[in-house]
């Protein structure tokens, strides 16, 4: 087979969590096998449930006149050849993986099943992209930077790359020859290094994670908390922006959650979290964690920020625990002083579910320019009764708006839907990706 030269990534994925805790502190078998059918913790509205297996993502439709290159016409062959057996793909290339390579066993869970599809999904995805150069290395190098948690570095790329060859060349015969494989060699080689030099540039700036000490832990239902936190270095960020977590009750698997304040002269952060049914880090946080507990923080991410270059209004809609960001950025509004009009339509299913009501009511009262709006889709309540989306189209119009999304995956692609729908034009809808290139980004 040929050699994989140039150091290559440990893999584009949505960042392999390191291995759970010992067999004694993981939960039993059926809590396992539950974790992996849960619904998404809030996690950003933009990463995938995880129990959706994977499968190559469409292809972009290519610019008009141009031209595909032949390295992308020949993966692109191979992806298509691969996808009727992509799950035994995915699978020869791990074994081969930590046979050859046993050390970078200990970079992934014991439970692979999540981890292993986004690693290799997000491996395909970017060479499937590669005709795309601006659009990949956005997305390559926020991933690079993202693994540094993991402890990922230079030297691991070839490993991946030498069985990612090795599972194609298995398992798309077809289409696989010295020229298929060259093309490969090639795209691999160009993702690796888009990956590697991010990640020293990044290096050069910020620690690969932070420190960070609860100080406050307030139960606001028996299933959703918030969890403040002091971080031992001065933490960047925007409001509106997510970053990873992870507890010191499991070990190096890492979920993502929204800052649900803007930034703060005393550096404090916050996250709303809801407990989900074997939600490993979810569930630790809401019913374990209590202060003086210390967590560690990834870097943040994310794009749902405010364009403080215009007058626009702020159009929101948060369902659920979408409503942590929304806020900060009605705080973010605030503390730059220019009155502009934000319209917050706040979703939950019960009105018991709004837990976080009485806070953007104050924020209301506080502020003339903001209007509040909770919406309750099942049982009674005071507020608005029905689904979130097609409350908004009973409102507006919203010619001068930007709107921000922030919920479940389901409400955000509704949402879309029907702000396109009243005109809002698809350029000034903000929320963080839900599907294609950039879905598997790292949380």
Excluded at 94 to 105: E, K, Q, S, T, W
Excluded at 348 to 358: E, M, P, Q, S, V
Excluded at 367 to 373: A, E, I, M, Q, T
């Amino acid at each position: 087979m040929r050699s994989v030269n140039s150091p290559a990534p440990a893999a584009p994925s949505p960042a392999p969590p390191p291995p759970p805790p010992p067999e004694h502190q993981r939960p039993p078998e059926h809590q396992r096998q539950a974790e992996h059918q849960r619904p998404p913790e809030h996690q950003r509205p933009a990463e995938p449930p995880p129990d959706q297996r994977f499968r190559p993502a469409p292809a972009p439709a290519p610019a008009a006149g141009a031209a595909q290159s032949p390295d992308t016409h020949a993966v692109r062959s191979t992806l298509a050849e691969l996808e009727p057996v992509a799950d035994k793909a995915t699978s020869y290339f791990y074994a081969l993986l930590f046979i050859r390579n046993p050390d970078l066993r200990a970079l992934f869970p014991v439970a692979m099943d999540t981890q292993r599809d986004r690693l290799f999904k997000a491996l395909l995805t970017a060479a499937r992209h590669a005709d795309d150069p601006a659009a990949l290395t956005v997305y390559l190098s926020r991933l690079g930077r993202g693994h540094r948690k993991y402890g990922t570095r230079p030297e691991h790329y070839p490993a991946v790359g030498e069985c990612l060859l090795a599972a194609l060349a298995r398992y798309a015969p077809a289409t696989w020859n010295e020229a298929t494989e060259a093309a490969w060699v090639r795209t691999y080689t160009a993702i690796s290094q888009i990956m590697i030099d991010a990640a020293a540039e990044d290096e050069e700036q910020s620690p690969a994670w932070w420190q960070a000490e609860i100080v406050r832990h307030e139960l606001r239902t028996p299933d959703i908390a918030v969890v403040t936190v002091r971080p031992d270095q001065p933490y960047p960020f925007l409001a509106g922006q997510y970053t990873t977590l992870e507890t010191p009750w499991w070990p190096r698997v890492w979920r993502h959650y929204s800052f649900s304040a803007a930034p703060r002269p005393d550096g404090l952060l916050s996250f709303h979290v809801k407990a989900v049914p074997a939600g490993w880090v979810s569930g630790a946080l809401v019913h374990r964690a209590r202060p003086g507990d210390v967590l560690r923080l990834g870097p943040p991410a994310g794009s749902m920020i405010v364009d403080h270059s215009t007058d626009n209004g702020l159009l929101c809609l948060g369902g659920g625990t979408g409503i942590a960001p929304i806020k900060a950025l009605v705080e973010d509004v605030a503390e730059h002083g220019r009155c502009r009009p934000v319209e917050v339509f706040y979703g939950a299913r019960h009105a018991g579910d709004l837990y976080d009501i009485d806070t953007m009511l104050q924020l209301q009262r506080a502020h003339n320019w903001l209007s509040v709006r909770p919406v309750v889709s099942d049982g009674p309540t005071r507020g608005l009764s029905g689904e979130l989306p097609a409350i908004v189209r009973q409102y507006g119009p919203w010619p001068a708006y930007d709107a921000y999304l922030s919920g479940p995956p389901g409400m955000i692609r509704s949402g879309v839907d029907t702000l396109v729908g009243i005109g809002i034009p698809s350029h000034r809808i903000r929320h963080d990706e839900i599907g294609g290139l950039m879905a598997a980004a790292p949380g």
